[in-house]
């Protein structure tokens, strides 16, 4: 700022780091009995002008009496202004000659105050601008070259100038501004101190009585066990080693578990990987059905939502969790049972593609009863019995071992033999191949390469898991909307 004694002349002006002058402000004053020591002054000289008057009533604008839209308002672009003996190019130029003491008694400050108002808001109006993308990230980085640092000025300069007003003038006017970009960046200049004087404070001993009942066998250097060390965090040194700990935290978790056996299933994620052979909503809901991510009452309870049942809304006395759902409980009982039966006839029917006599539910009498497989699939003399099942989680070693113990001994292989035979259909062999998948859509290892070895392909093996995904969705939605009902 200069001042001159003949014409009280007061320039302001904001210096760009670049050498520019953002925004230059020329005011003729006549009369002033002290100079405006909080001027606001941010990009508004119309503001700078307001807070003027309003300290100095005695101060009118000649400008202002015959209207706002009248106001000399020039832009000179290119033009020299002599700001403390340096000559500076500026962008816009705007100069306003105050009257002297004669038009004192012309207006009141008031009426001055309330042009002013007016002619802001319609040249300056108090709205910011939408702050852009690319600045908004460079609120979060250190800016590196000039032209980031300006831009990162100009953020701070108006989220400062929103937030204190007279903080944001006073950046301004003693050129602080110019390390606003800084920002919070690095820690500040006394934190290692502060850190040393409270470190190096002197340390009292709580003798509050502690809350906490400690068992009296309890010690405080009994050894470290194996299963604690396996909890332990340890240390990775390559990516291959980073994604193995990525995996064992998620199949550690309760919702991951079932999703161990994915690593011996890869035919599983098919579907996944070319998700242009699935409908956009199912493709969303199964992988929510994958992670265990539909909502349950087991579910919802984990944020801690007081007062809420975890009982299933059957009235059935279990825990309402996902697996009970489209495993066990009684509302589902027909839905899975369509589940189940949609998977058998597709593998049925992709068999008979390949040429096989396929016998749904073939009735095998026994001594004692009879049995009833899913699947006989016969081609060539050699019959393949399949027997379909839809399991939980971690259940399918068992579930296959107990399908090959039952149709492996020697008095049900005879009753399904003398059964096909009965109706004309002569087999030299005789094998059991049972078809497991969980309800998550995870084909049984084993299982998908007994279906290969029948000769079907292994987008068969992917469909058959996703129509087991669609079953469990639409056993999941009978209870969701209340159809059972």
């Known amino acids: 700022m200069t001042y001159s004694l003949g014409d009280w002349r007061l320039k302001l002006g904001m210096k760009w780091s670049n050498g520019f002058v953002k925004n230059v402000f ?5 009369s002033l009995q002290q100079i405006a020591t909080g001027l606001m002054a941010l990009n508004k000289s119309y503001e700078l002008l307001r807070d003027a008057a309003r300290y100095h009533p005695s101060v009118v604008t000649k400008g202002l009496l015959h209207s706002s839209s009248n106001i000399c308002t020039t832009c000179a672009l290119g033009n020299g202004v002599q700001i403390s003996g340096q000559q500076l190019s500026g962008c816009t130029q705007c100069e306003f000659a105050l009257a002297d003491e004669r038009w004192a008694g012309i207006m009141t400050p008031e009426q001055v105050l309330s042009l002013l108002d007016l002619h ?32 990162a000025n100009y953020a701070a300069i108006q989220t400062l100038h929103h937030q204190r007003r007279k903080d944001a003038a006073s950046a301004v006017l003693d050129g602080s501004w110019k390390d606003l970009y800084k920002g919070n960046c690095g820690l500040p200049p006394d934190a290692e101190q502060y850190w040393k004087q409270v470190l190096s404070a002197p340390k009292h001993v709580d003798s509050r009585p502690s809350r906490v009942v400690v068992p009296s066998d309890w010690s405080l250097i009994e050894p470290i066990t194996g299963e604690e060390v396996g909890h332990l965090p340890r240390r ?6 980073l994604v193995a700990a990525w995996g064992d935290s998620l199949h550690n978790s309760v919702d991951g578990r079932g999703l161990r056996e994915l690593v011996a299933s890869p035919l599983s994620n098919r579907w996944l990987v070319f998700p242009e052979r699935v409908f956009s909503r199912i493709f969303i809901r199964g992988i929510q059905l994958r992670c265990n991510l539909l909502r349950t009452r087991v579910r919802s309870a984990r944020h801690g939502h007081g007062g809420q049942t ?35 006839r597709e593998l049925a029917k992709r068999l008979r593609r390949l040429g096989y006599t396929v016998f749904e539910e073939l009735r095998a009498p026994t001594s004692t009863s009879f049995i009833k497989p899913d699947l006989i699939a016969v081609r060539e003399r050699r019959a393949t019995v399949i027997d379909v099942s839809i399991v939980s989680d971690g259940r399918g070693v068992t579930v296959w071992n107990e399908k090959k113990q039952k149709y492996g001994a020697d008095e049900f292989s005879l009753a399904i ?31 998908a390469k007994a279906v290969i070895g029948l000769g079907l392909s292994k987008v068969t093996v992917s469909d058959l898991c996703l129509l087991a995904i669609v079953g469990s969705l639409r056993t999941y939605d009978t209870v969701m909307r209340g159809t059972w009902r």
């Open 236 to 241: 990775v040194n390559t990516k291959e080693e």
């Open 26 to 30: 020329t005011v003729q004053i006549g």
């Open 120 to 151: 802001a808001s319609r040249t300056s109006p108090h709205t910011w601008k939408t702050v852009l993308r690319r600045r908004r990230q460079l609120a979060h980085r250190m800016p590196v070259n000039r032209k980031q640092i300006r831009r």
């Open 310 to 344: 975890i009982l299933c809304r059957g009235n059935c006395g279990q825990p309402e969790s996902l697996v009970h759902i489209l495993q066990s409980c009684w509302i589902t009982h027909d839905a899975r049972c369509a589940r189940h039966n949609r998977v058998a």
């Open 417 to 447: 033999i003398s059964a096909l035979r009965a109706i004309g259909c002569d087999v030299d062999f005789l094998d059991h191949q049972p078809m497991i998948i969980s309800y998550r859509g995870i084909c049984f290892p084993q299982s």
